[in-house]
């Protein structure tokens, strides 16, 4: 029931960057574990990022670290993606992931509803 706008994504060269909106219906928005994933052709959809309700944890892959952080505004029910020095390797198409249960999840299991999607392509 809950709905997902995400935007943001694009073709972007090695080592620029992108930021990814991720808009939620809903009045309890802010009770909600927010949560990026992403697919790429032929793999299986992985982990990114997360944030608690009032964004006090954070929580990253290995790989993105130091490039990417995520944040919310929960005045404005949108979660925020910002890809810095992006790489071959983060093409995928990326998930706005929302988890109605207060704790924290890094599998899609743990994510109750999810974005239609967004391609970001990186081109070395």
């Known amino acids: 029931q809950v709905q997902l706008v995400e935007s943001g994504g694009g073709l972007v060269q090695a080592g620029g960057s992108l930021r990814l909106s991720c808009a939620a219906s809903?009045?309890?928005?802010?009770?909600?574990?927010m949560g990026w994933f992403r697919q790429a052709p032929g793999k299986e959809r992985e982990f990114v990022s997360l944030i608690s309700w009032n964004g006090a944890s954070t929580n990253y892959i290995d790989s993105v670290k130091g490039r990417f952080t995520i944040s919310r505004d929960n005045a404005r029910n949108t979660v925020y993606l910002q890809m810095n020095n992006l790489k071959p390797e983060d093409t995928a198409v990326y998930y706005c992931a929302a988890r109605l249960r207060a704790t924290l999840s890094t599998v899609p299991g743990g994510y109750n509803y999810w974005g239609q999607g967004t391609q970001v392509t990186v081109s070395s």
């Open positions: 809903g009045r309890t928005f802010s009770t909600y574990v």
